[in-house]
């Protein structure tokens, strides 16, 4: 039976993407409103993306180009989760070692296939959502709404690089897809950055920006702020866990787009060998 | 062959356990020209023994050698992670606190509800030692926090506010007449230094 994707998954995946952002975007007053811009501009391009005909998605050299464009949000995506676990957990293990078991894990989860990797986005969403919305509402009487800041000009340079980061994988799976998604990806885009926009003011918020500035990754600290009581008091911890793995459902995503001509290749060759 | 590369990269993963102990609170005071730590460790002997503070003290010239000179002597590495209280002298709030303020928070063991605390005319060492029990400073500082009898400064607001514009409040402690630990009014920071103390007493204290 030929597997389907459901829209919900694909929304699931394209929310992914800004979630992914959140443990290592740097945050200041007006990171919220950048993320979310930027989330909305990557929404209607994605959604543009996705309307293009199946017969140009299905062309050879099409898969060929994803497949290169996909390669340097992946790196980017092992090289930061490298970076995050090797710094706030695994201080004393091998660089190299670390990135192995990254890159091994994205690969088999990859080799999956992209429908699947969607369908495992979903719970992976919701987990990371609920978390947030937890994480947030325990720090919600500790908030200086003095901090808040209304937009200004310079929220153009951080909205830039959030469209750096996000956009290109955003496009690539986008294009990638077996079925055509516009509101899909329109819906995960927004939910995703609406997620990402929240969770950075509230960092700016209950850290402020001079504080916050001084951190390499200023929303998983302020997450370790979060406890109730005496009891609970690494909320980091559970805040990072679901986050690495939206980072890690990006990378399989990716993985599965790098793969994609190389299965096309093999599954041909599979049918010739059978004629 | 997934099981293989599987139990290969566990393996990558593993390695010896390190030997920390848990710091739960730190106090630095200034002699000369340099600056002691002393650290307050937490030792538990047994599971059914009680946990008990020890205390380890070293010179340096800046935090990360008073660490290291704590580390060396204790004999492995400290787990600042529980350290809930910095008790900072007189001298030391006059030097200015903006650059270990700002060391504290990207220490990246160190938790930013972190409360740093001044202590009014006397060692913050010999303060810190005044009580036997673990988190007995933490919980008075909380509770005085919570009751709004002492000001709600954990390290990354204090950093925010000597950012923002050099000033600040902390919490201010002493050694009362009973020898127990009694706050001892607001210690008032400007331009990052201690400035004056807000309760009226200046007589112990400096010029306003």
Not at chain 1, 63 to 92: D, G, H, K, N, Y
Not at chain 1, 125 to 150: C, K, P, R
Not at chain 2, 159 to 164: I, N, R
Request: overall charge negative.
């Amino acid at each position: 039976m030929r597997e389907k994707m459901f829209p919900r998954w694909g929304a699931a995946l394209f929310a992914l993407l800004p979630l992914s952002e959140i443990l290592y975007c740097p945050v200041d007053q007006q990171t919220g409103y950048a993320a979310i811009l930027a989330s909305l501009i990557t929404a209607l391009i994605c959604s543009g993306a996705a309307l293009l005909p199946p017969t140009v998605r299905k062309l050879n050299f099409m898969s060929w180009l994803l497949a290169i464009c996909a390669l340097w949000p992946l790196i980017q995506s092992l090289s930061r989760m490298t970076a995050f676990v090797r710094q706030t957990v695994f201080p004393e293990r091998s660089l190299w070692g670390l990135v192995f078991a990254l890159t091994l894990s994205a690969i088999l989860i990859a080799r999956i296939g992209l429908i699947r990797c969607a369908m495992w986005s979903l719970p992976v969403f919701v987990t990371a959502g609920l978390l947030i919305a937890l994480s947030g509402a325990l720090t919600i009487s500790d908030l200086h709404i003095s901090y808040l800041q209304a937009p200004m000009w310079s929220l153009g340079v951080q909205c830039g690089r959030f469209l750096r980061v996000i956009l290109p994988c955003a496009l690539v799976i986008s294009l990638s897809l077996p079925e055509q998604m516009p509101g899909a990806a329109a819906r995960g885009m927004a939910i995703g950055g609406a997620l990402l926009s929240l969770i950075s003011l509230r960092t700016a918020l209950l850290l402020g920006s001079h504080t916050a500035a001084l951190l390499a990754y200023p929303n998983f600290v302020a997450a370790g702020l979060a406890s109730v009581g005496d009891f609970a008091r690494h909320g980091e911890v559970f805040f990072a866990l679901p986050l690495l793995l939206c980072d890690l459902g990006r990378a399989a995503a990716l993985g599965c787009v790098v793969l994609q001509p190389v299965r096309k290749i093999a599954s041909k060759k599979a049918v010739k060998r059978h004629a | 062959m997934k099981r293989l590369l599987f139990a290969l990269s566990l393996l990558l993963l593993c390695g010896c356990a390190r030997e920390v102990s848990p710091v739960s609170g730190l106090a630095l005071d200034r002699i000369g020209d340099q600056y002691r730590m002393t650290a307050e460790i937490v030792r538990q002997d047994s599971l059914d023994a009680a946990a008990a503070p020890a205390y380890l003290s070293a010179t340096g010239r800046d935090l990360p050698e008073l660490l290291r000179g704590i580390e060396r002597v204790l004999g492995n590495e400290l787990y600042l992670d529980h350290a809930q209280v910095l008790l900072i002298d007189e001298e030391v709030a006059s030097d200015g606190i903006l650059e270990l303020a700002d060391y504290l928070c990207q220490h990246e063991d160190m938790r930013l509800s972190l409360r740093i605390a001044v202590v009014r005319g006397g060692d913050a060492a010999a303060l810190m030692q005044q009580d036997d029990e673990v988190f007995a400073l933490s919980d008075l500082l909380d509770l005085a926090a919570e009751q709004h009898t002492l000001p709600d400064m954990p390290l990354y607001r204090v950093t925010e506010v000597l950012h923002a514009d050099g000033t600040a409040i902390l919490p201010a402690l002493k050694i009362d007449e009973f020898k127990q630990i009694a706050p001892a009014g607001v210690a008032v920071f400007a331009n990052e230094k201690l400035s004056c103390y807000l309760d009226g007493d200046m007589e112990d204290g400096l010029d306003a």
